[in-house]
């Protein structure tokens, strides 16, 4: 399960080793600058208040066409000058249209950001409120939502807030990737019909405020239904008499129920806001239509729960709506109070339960609503209410203002957004109702714990951040155990932008550094985190400056697909570097090659043979020698003889436009004393001019009768 707060500062030097260290590269104390995080900026500071503006017909339907002159904005009732105005309109998508084939990079690089005008959608699986039941239908309607309610370039998050998943992709590429995890996802919530059963909003209001009528209105319920301990009624009264109100006093049954129920839902209820406040926070500064979908049963207003006002203050401060599809469907007497279960409710108490079942979503609801989002309700028309999200965010307005009132006093500031004189007939205007003003003292508040918030808040983000280059690759090995498989993710770092602090004709500087892969099909993650302490000779860093400083660390993972996501922060400077790689992990036992080595460098291993050092780079220079080296597993082995296989292999290098620049014939492999295949080629780059280029593997085992084909792209680079 993703914990509610990652590992991503803390540094567990001792246990997980250093990384892949460089000559001239040693250990030394932090610099004290290290230990200073960097100022947090405000989202929504002062300078300029941006509001996220949707205007929808009668029908629901999208306006466009509106400018800046048919908008009013007033923050505590005053009127704001808009200085900044964007009308964004997204294309619908095309009938019929599916997932686009794609191909995994072999490498990933965060040197090319993604631009943020798109649309995102974090899409809040509450599986710890839904039941089995409700979980199948909100499955059908988030399908429903990715297959015609995204548009090529939006981004969706879809979170469990189990813990089962936290998967981000751009649309539509990633579509069928997020319909997978989906499909896996359970509702975990099972429904109470014991005979001394409670809704949460009863719990709530006997734990908490020790309300005397429902607990009266609980303990005839009890008596109907039998409930053992219910005829221990504190005040003498019996099944049938007529109750008194005498505020306080409550059978034990009631009292320990009440507790139990509220303890157990106030637990549910904390995981799923601290989840969504994550999902949240990691939005903050991302530009564009944002928005967070909560796909649930509910839970109760709790004034006491500190984390629901966390939740609305994070959601005003990153522009983020949150909108509430209930999947309880249309509201009816749950199953569990009809005759089926016992006598039937007395008709004094029907249309009070049916009330308490309608508050124990109110919590949802008022979140919903106090964000600018919508709920949809006592529908049993999911995917049409949760298609409504999508539709109304198709054309939106961002609006732009510099407040009249500068205080920094951390109060609320309400925002009110109207359509001009005889504009908004018919029309309704949905944006945020406020945000909390910047506090004195809050920028260089540290993190809390052992907590980076900076880091955190980069892990949770799903776009990348280039203020500290990287780039990434996967190698994918030998199986090491029973369905276990050795993977090497290598990642390369720009050193050119750190802020190095010379000491001695010595560069220092510290790096915190994590990785975080979650598996596709299982939603387990798989994390390694250290911090880098860097000392650098002058011939070391300009070498460095070159060839970019390499990390590599080993997994061992079960098959399957996997999104990584690297995280690199300058602790000098506090400037970060995000990158997500994608891979995939084979089945051991087939026949199969090992991710080919490619690199311009070979070193000398403990065994004195020679191989290519693992790096990232997938550029060489002209005249340069190309060592590729790689494994072929799963091969048939001879049955009547040497029970030794027989493959061959051979490649060619093909230029953009599918000439061939050199090839090889296939030859046989000399396999090992056990029977292990590898082979080393060096392939003289002479004579390739500047340009894209791919190399072609194929191998064949010759005694199954099989041929593999790998394609491993590289660039030519002149200098």
């Known amino acids: 399960m993703r914990p509610l707060f990652p590992l991503a500062s803390v540094f567990l030097l001792a246990l997980v080793g250093s990384p892949r260290s460089s000559p001239g590269a040693e250990e030394k ?7 200073a995080p960097a100022s947090q900026t405000f989202p929504t500071a002062v300078e300029l208040v941006t509001v996220d503006v949707t205007v929808v017909d009668r029908k629901g339907k999208a306006m466009p066409g509106l400018d800046r002159e048919d908008f009013v904005v007033t923050e505590n009732g005053t009127p704001q000058a808009i200085t900044s105005f964007e009308a964004v309109a997204v294309p619908e998508p095309p009938a019929g249209a599916g997932s686009r084939p794609t191909r995994l990079a072999p490498t990933s690089s965060n040197l090319v950001v993604e631009p943020r005008r798109s649309r995102t959608f974090v899409v809040v699986f509450d599986d710890i409120h839904l039941s089995p039941a409700q979980a199948l239908r909100a499955k059908g ?9 995204v548009a090529e370039g939006d ?41 001394d059963r409670l809704t949460e909003y009863e719990a709530m209001r006997i734990e ?27 005040r003498g009264v019996k099944p049938g008499d007529a109750y008194t109100s005498a505020p306080g006093i409550f059978s034990d049954l009631i009292r320990s129920r009440a507790q139990e129920v509220h303890n157990l839902a106030t637990s549910r209820n904390k995981i799923t806001l601290k989840v969504m406040t994550r999902a949240v926070e990691a939005l903050a500064g991302t530009k564009g239509r944002k928005a967070m979908i909560l796909v649930s049963q509910g839970f109760v207003y709790d004034i006491q ?29 749950p199953e569990a109070f009809t005759a089926a279960f016992g006598r039937p409710l007395e008709a004094q108490d029907t249309v009070a339960v049916l009330a308490d079942i309608t508050l124990d979503a109110a919590g949802a609801e008022a979140i919903s609503l106090d964000t600018g989002g919508f709920v949809v309700k006592n529908s049993n028309d999911l995917a049409g209410g949760i298609s409504r999200v999508s539709s109304e965010s198709r054309v939106y307005y961002l609006l732009g203002y510099n407040p009249t009132d500068l205080r920094r006093d951390g109060k609320f500031r309400k925002i009110e957004v109207k359509l001009g004189s005889g504009k908004g007939k018919g029309l309704t205007v949905r944006s945020r109702r406020g945000y909390y003003a910047p506090r004195d003292g809050e920028a260089g508040a540290g993190p809390k714990s052992n907590t980076d918030p900076v880091i955190a808040q980069a892990l949770d983000s799903p776009f990348e951040v280039a203020d500290v280059p990287l780039r990434v690759t996967s190698y994918v090995f030998d199986e090491v155990m029973l369905n276990q498989v050795s993977v090497t993710l290598a990642t390369e770092i720009d050193v050119r932008n750190l802020d190095f602090r010379e000491e001695g004709g010595v560069a220092n500087d510290a790096l915190a550094f994590l990785i975080e892969a979650q598996h596709r099909e299982t939603g387990e993650y798989y994390r390694y985190d250290q911090k880098i302490e860097l000392a650098l000779q002058p011939a ?29 922060r300058d602790l000098n400077s506090g400037r970060v570097g995000t990158v997500i790689h994608e891979f995939e992990v084979p089945e051991a036992g087939t026949l199969r090659v090992s991710s080919p080595v490619l690199s311009d460098t070979v070193e000398t291993g403990t065994d004195g043979a020679k191989r290519p050092v693992l790096t990232v780079r997938r550029s060489f220079a002209p005249g340069s020698v190309l060592y590729c080296q790689f494994s072929v597993y799963g091969a048939a082995r001879d049955q009547n003889g040497s029970l030794m296989p027989r493959v061959t292999a051979g490649y060619e290098i093909r230029r953009a436009n599918g000439s061939v620049f050199k090839r090889s014939r296939p030859t046989e492999i000399t396999p090992t004393s056990v ?44 200098g």
């Open 29 to 35: 104390p932090a610099h004290p600058a290290a230990q």
């Open 141 to 149: 309607a988030v399908a429903e939502f990715l297959r015609s309610g």
């Open 155 to 195: 981004r969706v998050v879809l979170v469990a807030t189990g813990g089962g998943a936290w998967w981000n992709a751009r649309m539509p590429e990633g579509r069928e990737q997020i319909l997978g995890i989906l499909k896996r996802l359970d509702g975990r919530y099972i429904p109470d019909s014991s005979p």
């Open 208 to 234: 908490e405020y020790q309300d005397q009528q429902v607990a009266d209105k609980v303990q005839r319920r009890f008596d109907n239904y039998g409930a053992q301990g219910s005829q221990q009624d504190p």
């Open 305 to 333: 729960l500190d984390e629901m006002k966390k939740l609305v203050e994070a959601s005003t401060r990153a522009n983020v709506p949150v909108y509430f599809i209930d999947t309880r469907g249309l509201q009816a007497l």
């Open 540 to 568: 070391t860093r300009e070498r460095l400056e070159r060839t970019w400083y390499p990390v590599v660390r080993e997994f061992t993972l079960p098959p399957g697909g996997y999104q990584a996501k690297i995280v690199v």
């Open 675 to 718: 029977g292990a295949l590898l082979r080393l080629h060096g392939i003289s780059l002479q004579g390739a001019a500047p340009g894209e280029y791919d190399l072609v593997l194929t191998i064949r085992d010759e005694l199954a009768g099989k041929t593999i084909e790998v394609l491993e792209p590289f660039a030519v680079v002149a």
